[in-house]
């Protein structure tokens, strides 16, 4: 049984919440505070599967909560927030969040997230497997790791998936949607500002000069493509 971090501070939603994804199958750990989650996934070292992490809390925010657990851990996080503000939507993403949720949700959509952002933290590429090569970046499939220079780069699974998805496709260009269904797993019209945000966090870790991108380039009205000589 998966388990579920949730950080929630409304003690009502935390509790409904909680018996709505438990029924669906998830173990939920509730943390009232982003400073208590903090105390279990590193001073506790509670392990945890998945966080469902709410935008509005007290003291320390979500989106510095995700700031946090993004520094040590590549642990899948969705961002679970009633400010469906695009700035507020892109921060958040770009914090590290592998998806966010506008509240309010139902349960089911919230674990159908879940389930989505978990399929890519098990396997970056279906059935492709071994080596992968992106400019000098290697890609090890199976591993989910991606090294340049022999030096493993931090990257979250959805930012594996996605780079993935461009070194399987060299040259070629890959509109936001397309990148949204085979990434994101969404089976309809999602929302484009996930791709672009996923796709500056990825190119500030592989781009010698992110603002200049050489690897990860933009085809203006199109979507994206990566540059393999």
């Known amino acids: 049984m998966p388990r579920l971090l949730l950080v929630e501070d409304d003690r009502a939603l935390a509790e409904a919440l909680t018996l709505a994804l438990e029924a669906l199958g998830h173990d939920v750990v509730v943390a009232p505070t982003g400073e208590r989650a903090l105390e279990a996934l590193f001073t506790d070292r509670l392990e945890f599967d998945f966080v469902l992490l709410d935008v509005m809390l007290p003291g320390m925010d979500g989106f510095e909560v995700c700031r946090r657990i993004r520094a040590r851990s590549r642990l899948p996080l969705i961002l679970l927030t009633a400010r469906g503000d695009p700035i507020d939507i892109v921060v958040g993403l770009e914090c590290g969040a592998d998806d966010y949720v506008v509240k309010p949700a139902e349960p089911r959509v919230i674990d159908a997230r879940i389930k989505a952002v978990g399929r890519r933290a098990v396997t970056a590429a279906g059935p492709s497997a071994g080596l992968l090569r992106a400019g000098s970046l290697e890609i090890d499939v199976g591993a989910m790791s991606v090294t340049r220079a022999g030096a493993e780069i931090a990257l979250t699974a959805t930012e594996i998936r996605l780079l993935v998805e461009f070194a399987e496709q060299?040259?070629?260009?890959?509109?936001?949607?397309?990148?949204?269904?085979?990434?994101?797993?969404?089976?309809?019209?999602?929302?484009?500002?996930?791709?672009?945000?996923?796709?500056?966090?990825?190119?500030?870790?592989?781009?010698?000069?992110?603002?200049?991108?050489?690897?990860?380039?933009?085809?203006?009205?199109?979507?994206?493509?990566?540059?393999n000589p």
Do not use: C, F, H, M
């Not at 010698?208 to 979507?223: C, I, M, S």
């Open 170 to 227: 060299p040259n070629q260009v890959l509109s936001r949607q397309a990148l949204l269904k085979r990434v994101w797993d969404y089976g309809y019209v999602g929302d484009s500002r996930i791709v672009d945000a996923a796709v500056a966090r990825l190119r500030a870790k592989i781009e010698d000069d992110p603002a200049n991108p050489v690897v990860l380039r933009t085809v203006r009205g199109l979507g994206y493509r990566l540059v």
